[in-house]
């Protein structure tokens, strides 16, 4: 009768860390400690190009 | 002749493209708004155009709030907001926090001696002022100076600043966008954990300031005697920078109890507008800021300026250039007929189209620029809203009294044309574009109308507002406001080179 309960018990346990709300990082106590990620890649957005007849270029974001 | 028309077109294209999507609705779809338990107001708004992000800290606090006798002191915290915390900017917290008590105690007999009204002694004095400076100066020992800001420069930080006006102070700088939660962190930390270390120094430099500005400058004296007279009753007619005397006086207590009081959750709004996602960054927001213990918002009442019922005039006598100078009071910010203010300056003011450009500098060729203008000294309470003339050589200041009476008078008895109404509605929804331009405008605008108006909507509103304005509410809100009886007027008028007298002293 023991084993099983103990074996229930542990799956709770486990099934219970796997389920609950990740908790958000600790706080950092100092400036240094703050974690910096990576720069995400930066793909600027290609201007529309209107070209009139005279030939002038003129992009628009 | 097709070459000159590009440049318009180009610009009608350019505005056209930036106001698609520049409305509520559009912003409705990007911007988080959410009140932390701790009274504190956050604003996210998403623009994930380039890896960066700005952010304002908006703080419902400005000189109006200034104690009695300590006036400058909402200005000289904003100084000392850059000093660092107990963590940042020190070698040894501990013992620094032990040296800084020991200043101020100095400080406060020093101040005691001094302010004696009867039986100062001087030498007693003396002895208390060099205590004060020895005090200082063991404090020192343990300061890393500009630490709080080298530390966002080394991250990629730009235009790091904040300001202090009549109404409010403002915190910022702008970020790559992966150094969120460096900046959660050090944004909390100085308003949780303020350390007021170099206060005196500081105020040093604020006094320097004050001289630059104000007594040094007679286009400072004179809009420091103005407004002063204009403003009796109401906290306005205080000076932002602070009376020297109390500059001279305040201590780093006195600037710690200011922060106690109106550096809270519930009186602060925290914008932040770039390459954030809200999902991602309220977590953190809520982590750092959610630190801040909450307080009652701090009481809100001010004295009411009573009305003027005739007209007041300052007149300095200065070695420069000339100046004309005149003010009305108006209502404040909510005052229903705020949008039509707005339409008034536009009007007058606006580029070389405007009335008083026209008539002064075009026309009568009296003046070098002339314009007018609302929210003198502020806007939050009832204000003033001033025109004012630069004269050429050779003309008076009455003459750009009388010129700008002409076009003032205009504006009450005849309504303003077609042509006009629609550049008015026009230059609106032109110049709230080119506020929304960049992540720092937008985040310092939003700040404001959500502290304002409780709702950051209302930025927007502004526009639909001067839409509906019709020629009737211009010549309405005219003939209400600008009457005689109710204007201030400031004058420079150039006086004659020195002779041999000593000069004036400065405070």
């Known amino acids: ?61 | 002749m097709k070459a000159r028309l590009l440049t318009p077109l180009s610009i009608i294209l350019t505005l056209a493209t930036l106001a698609a999507g520049q409305d509520i609705a559009s912003f409705e779809k990007r911007i988080t708004l959410k009140k932390l338990d701790n009274g504190l107001t956050v604003v996210i708004c998403e623009r994930p155009e380039a890896p960066v992000f700005s952010f304002y800290t908006h703080v419902d606090a400005g000189s109006t709030q200034d104690p009695q006798n300590q006036t400058g002191l909402a200005h000289m915290f904003e100084h000392m907001a850059f000093k660092g915390t107990d963590k940042i900017g020190t070698k040894d917290y501990a013992a620094e926090k032990v040296a800084l008590q020991k200043v101020e105690v100095a400080y406060a007999a020093y101040i005691q001696e001094r302010d004696k009204r009867m039986g100062r002694d001087e030498q007693k004095l003396k002895q208390l002022e060099a205590a004060w400076q020895a005090a200082i100066k063991d404090a020192n020992q343990y300061v890393i100076p500009n630490q709080f800001s080298e530390i966002v420069e080394r991250n990629g930080g730009e235009n790091i600043n904040a300001s202090t006006n009549d109404d409010e102070t403002n915190y910022f700088y702008s970020l790559p966008a992966n150094r969120l939660e460096l900046w959660a962190y050090l944004e909390s930390e100085r308003f949780m954990h303020p350390v007021l270390r170099e206060f005196y120094k500081e105020r040093h430099v604020v006094i320097e300031e004050r001289r630059m500005r104000t007594n040094s400058n007679p286009v400072g004296r004179l809009l420091e005697q103005f407004i002063t007279a204009a403003f009796q009753a109401n906290e306005y007619h205080r000076p932002t920078i602070g009376w020297m005397s109390d500059l001279n006086s305040f201590s780093a207590t006195d600037a710690q109890k200011f922060f106690d009081e109106y550096y809270i959750p519930s009186n602060m709004v925290v914008t932040v507008v770039g390459d954030v996602k809200a999902g991602g960054l309220m977590p953190i927001v809520e982590k750092y800021f959610g630190r801040i213990p909450s307080h009652a918002k701090p009481d809100e009442r001010t004295t009411t300026e009573p009305p003027q019922n005739s007209e007041r005039r300052v007149v300095l006598h200065e070695q420069s250039q000339p100046l004309y100078l005149e003010g009305y009071h108006r209502p404040d910010y909510r005052d229903p007929g705020d949008a039509v203010y707005d339409a008034i300056a536009d009007l007058i003011s606006e580029g070389r189209t405007s009335r008083l450009y026209r008539a002064l500098v075009r026309d009568k060729k009296i003046a070098s620029f002339s314009a007018g203008f609302s929210g003198l000294p502020g806007n939050k309470y009832p204000h003033l809203f001033a025109f004012y003339a630069f004269p050429l050589p050779g003309h008076k200041p009455d003459e750009m009294a009388g010129a700008i009476h002409a076009e003032i008078d205009k504006i009450k008895k005849e309504d303003i044309s077609d042509d006009e109404l629609k550049m008015i509605k026009t230059r609106a929804k032109a110049n709230l574009i080119r506020g929304l331009g960049n992540n720092e405008g937008l985040a310092f605008q939003l700040g404001v109308a959500q502290a304002r108006y409780d709702d950051w909507r209302e930025l927007f509103r502004q526009v639909d507002r001067i839409d509906k304005i019709t020629k009737a509410d211009i010549r309405r809100v005219a003939a209400k406001t600008f009457v005689p009886e109710n204007r201030t007027v400031g004058i420079i008028e150039t006086a004659p080179p020195p002779s041999a007298e000593p000069s004036k002293g400065g405070e």
């Open chain 1, 1 to 61: 009768m023991k084993r099983p309960r103990l074996t229930l018990i542990a799956f709770f346990i486990a099934v219970s860390g796997c389920l609950a709300p990740q908790p958000i990082a600790a706080q950092a106590r100092d400036w240094t400690q703050v974690p910096i990620p990576p720069l995400s890649a930066f793909h600027p957005q290609e201007p529309k190009l209107i070209e009139p007849p005279t030939g002038m270029i003129i992009p628009l974001p």
